[in-house]
T-cell receptor, first 111, second 115 residues
Framework: KQEVTQIPAALSVPEGENLVLNCSFT??????LQWFRQDPGKGLTSLLL?????REQTSGRLNASLDKSSGRSTLYIAASQPGDSATYLC??????????FGPGTRLSVLP | DAGVTQSPTHLIKTRGQQVTLRCSPK?????VSWYQQALGQGPQFIFQ???????QRGNFPDRFSGHQFPNYSSELNVNALLLGDSALYLC??????????????FGPGTRLTVT
């Protein structure tokens, strides 16, 4: 059974800090790993998608890395802002089709 | 370019009733997936439709059924509602025509409450 775990479950940091969110998955036979942001009660916004042939992707203050051999991905957020407060979900694809999601990390950035 | 849209936004039903949720995929997408997200958890895959056929299914009972129309829009039907069906239902779309990676785009979701 494919599983995705995320640590920490929740994180509270002061504004301006750099932070790292962790995602672990079983079965290294993946095509994609995708990071999403979810605001309370809302849908998912795609942040970064890393293909299996890639090691990392960057978008603005966000950087995501992928290590298939260890079954891990990290999302790095630089210079955090209160607007970054949300739940961050990682998801691995299931043979390139539907996704298996982790439970998410709930982030609070305090002004 | 319209993204993935879902209707209704919120829905309240009684146990035993039936419900239909609707989804229109992002322009250019031909594949629709449905997910259930319980409070505090990650989304769980229900099923996926392509060319009006169910091509993949997660671990959900037959009370959950769906349909895809020729214009690629989709419906999720849930029969004999249980309290445990209360959740945010998310629709996602992508296209199979261009090959991997199959980046999925999500709609805003439908919040279903079963009382």
């Amino acid at each position: 059974k494919q599983e995705v775990t995320q640590i920490p479950a929740a994180l509270s940091v002061p504004e301006g800090e750099n932070l790292v969110l962790n995602c672990s998955f079983t079965d290294s036979a993946i095509y994609n790993l995708q990071w999403f942001r979810q605001d309370p009660g809302k849908g998912l916004t795609s942040l970064l998608l890393i293909q299996s042939s890639q090691r990392e992707q960057t978008s603005g203050r966000l950087n995501a890395s992928l290590d298939k051999s260890s079954g891990r991905s990290t999302l790095y957020i630089a210079a955090s802002q209160p607007g970054d407060s949300a739940t961050y979900l990682c998801a691995r694809d299931n043979y390139g089709q539907n996704f298996v999601f982790g439970p998410g990390t709930r982030l609070s950035v305090l002004p | 370019d319209a993204g993935v849209t879902q209707s209704p936004t919120h829905l309240i039903k009684t146990r035993g009733q039936q419900v239909t949720l609707r989804c229109s995929p992002k322009s250019g997408h031909d594949t629709v997936s449905w997910y259930q997200q319980a409070l505090g958890q990650g989304p769980q895959f229900i099923f996926q439709y392509y060319e009006e056929e169910e091509r993949q299914r997660g671990n959900f009972p037959d009370r959950f059924s769906g349909h895809q129309f020729p214009n690629y829009s989709s419906e999720l039907n849930v029969n004999a509602l249980l309290l445990g069906d209360s959740a945010l239902y998310l629709c996602a779309s992508h296209t199979l025509r261009q090959g991997p990676p199959y980046e999925q785009y999500f709609g805003p979701g439908t919040r279903l409450t079963v009382t």
